[in-house]
């Protein structure tokens, strides 16, 4: 789809003019001025004063007009970037109401493309604002449909339980150890994971990295008097290394961090049921840890072959209740819908198969076609389930959890996602992943250690973000792991700092 935009020629426009757009076409490319053969012209009016007015016509090529407008007071008492974005928010009002016009499609989540809609509601709760007039606020600025609303208050209202203080944690740090190593990559992955097979050089080598960043963030934690509310074994997949291995990690767990016996939760992804064992389980139990996941994606074997997960629908179900037996008491499985081949059948299949199990929280995905993935690289090659169909699998999840007594608890979205819906975890109640709702509502620092492992330095005072990322293949990271260490002390200093402190 070629979308020809005229009358607005600052760029800053255009990646957001681009995203909307990627809502409605699998493949679309925006041109800033008169384009003679595009399939559709779209003509902006635009007037700031004391009102941002914006004004549009759509012409396709079959000689279709469509018209619409859009008008909303200026807040004036904020910086210029704050003002540019009330404008850029006017000007995706009037850009998406056109597209929806004109192709019959209806976005949820309005102009949204950001990944974490629950911020917003956040936000306004914060603030004190009614939660009828925040509802109103969300429907008007961003044109999100009342379901999504309502979706994102469930949420919400449901972290705020899970964590009361919630917006009071800048005092406290989470963290996040990645682990960049898993028994096959799958196609539509694009974490740090490495087939671990033939490698135990490199895992080695990463490893005793991995332990030099957790004694030296460790020790400066200790010294400043920082807790940690979570930690999270993420990757990858953690459970692929030794049983010795994973010892040794936790070891160094207690060892170098602060007030192990008080956080409030660590949790590690055993999300290969192939790299599940009664000796990896047996530590996990040694260092009280009982919080992980075992990830089947899909009950339907052939899809799992085709997505380059070699283990099988039984072994995830014998890991599972070998997981249970072994005094595992807070287990999550992940579903996606969309996968390759799979509809409406195999998605309940998968679902009557999780109700023989019920693990204490389900987080259901829907299929992204990320950048560097084999999948967006090799599309022809997948065939995925139509939007509708997609939409309704999402509806036959949120039924079908509810009537099982799981609630919603974080959300998050993604570019290129099927049927430009969302990410949602459920869980029994009291049962959340705190670690989930920290990383979504980013409320606090999360400290990334290990390869691949994204750090976000969260400024007590004033909310900046500050991202930080450790390389993502393992001899980067193994030649550089000191000097990654040192820069995260560097901004850790700055941030908790007598000025920047919170205390």
Same mark, same amino acid.
């Given at each position: ?226 807790? %940690? ?6 990757? @990858?997949? &953690?459970?692929? *290394? !030794?049983? #010795?291995?994973?010892?040794? +990690? ?12 008080? %956080? ?6 055993? @999300?290969? &049921?192939?790299? *599940? !064992?009664? #000796?990896?389980?047996?530590? +996990? ?26 283990? !099988? ?191």
């Amino acid at each position: 789809m070629r979308i020809s935009i005229i009358g607005i020629e600052d760029e800053r426009f255009n990646r957001q003019l681009q995203l909307i757009a990627n809502l409605f076409f699998e493949e679309s490319e925006i041109f800033m001025g008169i384009q003679s053969d595009a399939d559709v012209q779209i003509k902006f009016t635009l007037q700031v004063q004391d009102l941002v007015t914006v004004e549009a016509e759509l012409k396709d090529q079959n000689g279709k007009v469509l018209f619409t407008n859009y008008q909303k007071k200026m807040i004036l008492s904020v910086t210029v970037k704050e003002q540019f974005k009330q404008i850029k928010n006017a000007v995706a009002h009037v850009y998406l109401t056109l597209l929806q016009d004109w192709t019959g499609i209806t976005q949820k989540w309005g102009v949204l493309t950001g990944i974490r809609p629950t911020k917003l509601l956040h936000r306004k709760v914060q603030e004190g604002i009614p939660q009828k007039e925040a509802h109103q606020q969300l429907k008007e600025d961003y044109l999100i449909s009342d379901e999504k609303i309502e979706l994102m208050q469930h949420i919400v209202d449901r972290q705020l339980a899970v964590v009361p203080d919630l917006y009071s944690l800048q005092k406290e740090v989470s963290i996040y150890i990645g682990i960049p190593f898993c028994p096959t990559k799958c196609a539509y992955c694009t974490f740090p994971a490495y087939a671990i097979n033939g490698r135990q050089g490199s895992v080695d080598s990463f490893l005793g990295g991995l332990h030099y960043e957790m004694q030296k963030v460790g020790a400066w934690l200790k010294e400043k008097g920082v807790r %940690i509310t979570t930690v999270y074994y993420g990757g @990858g997949t &953690p459970t692929s *290394i !030794t049983a #010795e291995e994973m010892d040794m +990690l936790y070891e160094e767990m207690y060892t170098s961090f602060p007030d192990v016996e008080n %956080i409030r939760e660590i949790t590690v992804e055993a @999300g290969r &049921p192939d790299t *599940i !064992t009664p #000796e990896k389980l047996e530590i +996990l139990k040694k260092w009280n840890i009982d919080r992980i996941s075992i990830n089947p994606q899909s009950y339907t074997q052939e899809t799992l072959k085709a997505i380059g997960r070699h283990h !099988t629908v039984t072994e995830t179900i014998e890991k599972y209740h070998l997981a249970r037996q072994m005094g595992m008491n807070n287990i999550n499985m992940d579903l996606i819908i969309g996968l390759p081949g799979e509809g409406l059948d195999e998605f309940t299949h998968s679902l009557t198969e999780t109700e023989k199990l019920m693990p204490e929280s389900l987080t259901v995905h829907t299929l992204s076609f990320k950048r560097a993935s084999e999948m967006t690289k090799n599309k022809d090659k997948y065939k995925v389930a139509p939007r509708q169909e997609v939409e309704k699998m999402m509806e036959l999840a949120e039924n079908w959890t509810k009537a099982h007594s799981y609630v919603p608890y974080y959300l998050y979205r993604q570019k290129n996602i099927l049927g430009n819906l969302e990410n949602v975890g459920y869980s029994f109640p009291n049962q959340e992943s705190i670690y989930n709702i920290m990383i979504m509502e980013e409320q606090q620092t999360i400290i990334g250690l290990g390869c691949g492992a994204a750090s976000k330095f969260i400024n007590p005072v004033t909310g900046k973000i500050t991202h930080f990322a450790n390389p993502k293949d393992p001899k980067s990271y193994n030649d550089n792991f000191e000097k990654y260490t040192q820069d995260k002390l560097t901004i850790l200093e700055e941030l908790f700092s007598e000025e920047g402190s919170p205390a």
